[in-house]
């Protein structure tokens, strides 16, 4: 590092430190030195591990094996002491070739770490309440029932909406990788439910197989990208007409929620044998794909009303 860049780092407020190739500490500037009660003599030099304690030591290694590796920013935050920083790895380029990496640390607000604290503290509870309500709404059954089964389903809406709020302020402050979301994309439902169905009807058609499509109109508009909704409802449907037998039905719908939000549901016959214990098994892309778009996806049973795999959308 030249003698003008490292004056040029000195003057910063935030806490800096420059690792060489070697992953040693190369410079780090006077608010570092204060931050971490450290001398700049007598850390130069030293492995960047020797800087920290604790977590913070793995923190800072594995951000910089990452930035280095991907050659991009990586973000992380780290304890020293009794503070938090957000911290920030980016990789030195010289010549095509990475020379080194460069640590930003910005001193964490009060209120984000008492929100990191308190995130800690209810995720579990949050989780348990979600899964008692979960169990509660198995063991209702009937049409008589439809009134508590909505109210139950509010809940869990309302706790999967707690839940997504804090998992993605937990991530900014954290660094932790954020739901794909797109910050102001937003799709109308019924065309999309249109468009899957026309997909997979010749499929239907071919194996004797009927597929009823029944979109609402006037749904309000759900945030994301619709090709991850189109995407999800295609491998769906091909999974329920995996075990349809001939002559079955299979429904697909979607209605307005009471809070404006959008229910897409996929309604067949449940395999002979199968239970609620058997509903959570989603391929994997279907669940990332609805968590892409801040949804909820739950599938039940109920041996009069058959299999139902409902996704929950919130209004854009």
């Not at 992953?23 to 009660?37: I, K, M």
Request: net charge negative; charged share 25%; with cysteine.
């Amino acid at each position: 590092m030249s003698p003008a860049s490292s004056s040029l780092l000195s003057y910063l407020d935030a806490p800096i430190v420059v690792g060489d190739p070697d992953g040693r500490a190369a410079y780090v500037n006077p608010a570092f030195e204060a931050s971490f009660s450290v001398l700049a003599a007598e850390v130069t030099g030293e492995p960047l591990a020797n800087l920290f304690e604790g977590g913070a030591r793995e923190a800072v290694l594995r951000g910089v094996a990452e930035a280095c590796e991907k050659g991009e920013n990586v973000r992380f935050r780290i304890r020293q002491g009794s503070g938090g920083f957000s911290a920030v790895a980016s990789p030195i380029v010289a010549e095509d070739s990475r020379v080194g990496v460069v640590i930003l640390m910005v001193e964490a607000a009060a209120s984000d770490e008492r929100f990191l604290s308190v995130y800690r503290d209810v995720i579990q509870p949050l989780d348990a309440m979600v899964a008692a309500l979960d169990d509660v709404l198995g063991q209702i059954r009937g049409r008589r029932a439809e009134h508590y089964r909505s109210v139950i389903e509010d809940g869990i809406n309302a706790l999967g909406r707690i839940r997504r709020w804090s998992d993605d302020k937990f991530g900014q402050l954290s660094g932790a990788p954020q739901r794909s979301l797109v910050p102001g994309s937003s799709f109308d439902v019924a065309p999309v439910v249109r468009a899957a169905g026309e997909q997979m009807d010749d499929e239907f058609t071919e194996r004797g197989v009927k597929l009823e499509v029944q979109p609402a109109y006037g749904l309000p508009p759900v945030a994301g990208e619709s090709v991850c909704l189109e995407q999800a409802l295609v491998h769906l449907l091909r999974k329920r007409l995996e075990v349809a037998p001939e002559s079955a039905t299979v429904t697909l719908s979607a209605r307005r929620l009471d809070a404006d939000g959008v229910l897409i549901s996929i309604v067949d016959a449940a395999p002979s044998g199968e239970s609620d214990a058997d509903s959570d098994a989603e391929p994997e892309l279907v669940l990332e794909l609805v968590r892409d778009l801040g949804g909820i996806i739950r599938t039940t049973i109920d041996p009069i009303a058959g299999r139902t795999t409902a996704i929950r959308l919130d209004p854009a």
